[in-house]
């Protein structure tokens, strides 16, 4: 079992940073694929980055560039870094963690980009 937990949410004006985390309870942190999604109102959930075991990244093209996802397995959180905010990045902010058949999603965390 695999508890996470997010967190580093704001209110931030366009342009600005945040850096999101998500800290993994339960062993074999480094065996999970961890991914960060989003949901705006309104909305489906959607994909916004990815880590593999090996460290290998994808993004959704409408944060590359911008978003930058890193894990430390040593403390077991995944981190989303992200730069040059936009009013369409506002949604809540899930880590999900998968080593098939098994999946964990956390609570979410709320990002709010306004002026």
């Known amino acids: 079992q695999v508890q996470l937990v997010e967190s580093g949410g704001g209110l931030v004006q366009p342009g600005g940073s945040l850096r999101l985390s998500c800290a993994a309870s339960?062993?074999?942190?480094?065996?999970?694929?961890m991914s960060w999604y989003r949901q705006a109102p309104g909305k489906q959930r959607e994909l916004v980055a990815s880590?593999?075991?090996?460290?290998?990244?994808t993004y959704d093209g409408s944060v590359e560039g911008r978003f930058t996802i890193s894990r430390d397995n040593a403390k077991n959180t995944v981190y989303l870094q992200m730069n040059s905010l936009e009013a369409e990045d506002t949604a809540l902010y899930y880590c999900?963690?998968?080593?098939?058949?098994?999946?964990?999603w956390g609570q979410g965390t709320q990002v709010t980009v306004s002026s």
């Open positions: 880590i593999t075991t090996f460290g290998a990244t």
């Open positions: 339960g062993r074999f942190f480094g065996s999970y694929h």
């Open positions: 999900r963690a998968q080593r098939s058949p098994q999946i964990y």
